[in-house]
């Protein structure tokens, strides 16, 4: 079974930036691609970024230029780098793992999430 564990979320002012971590157990971390989600209060889960298993990558629109995917192999790791930070991104945040990112930026969603992280974004 695989697992994953968020972690980096928090509250952080207008304009600032902070890290996002997922860290997968299990071997589908190598073999497959893997996401960032997330949900604002009232609102459905929408895709943040993914990323592919060959380091391919794709944002949404809102966040294109400020936050950046990357992962770590050898540490089964996600991350989500988010800069000039604004009120509407704050929302919790959930790792997909298990997915696969297609060239032209569909990403099928994979069978794995993880519990989430608040990232709460003040004015």
């Known amino acids: 079974q695989v697992q994953l564990v968020e972690s980096g979320g928090g509250l952080v002012q207008a304009g600032g930036s902070l890290r996002l971590s997922c860290a997968a157990s299990?071997?589908?971390?190598?073999?497959?691609?893997m996401a960032w989600y997330r949900q604002a209060a009232g609102k459905p889960r929408e895709l943040v970024a993914a990323?592919?298993?060959?380091?391919?990558?794709n944002y949404a629109d809102s966040v294109k230029g400020r936050f950046t995917i990357f992962k770590n192999s050898a540490k089964n790791t996600v991350y989500l780098e988010m800069s000039s930070l604004k009120p509407e991104d704050t929302a919790v945040y959930y790792c997909?793992?298990?997915?696969?990112?297609?060239?032209?930026?569909?990403?099928?969603?994979?069978?794995?999430w993880g519990q989430g992280t608040q990232l709460t974004v003040s004015s």
């Open positions: 299990g071997s589908i971390f190598s073999l497959n691609g």
């Open positions: 990323i592919a298993a060959g380091g391919f990558t």
């Open positions: 997909n793992a298990g997915g696969q990112l297609y060239i032209g930026g569909y990403y099928r969603v994979g069978d794995y």
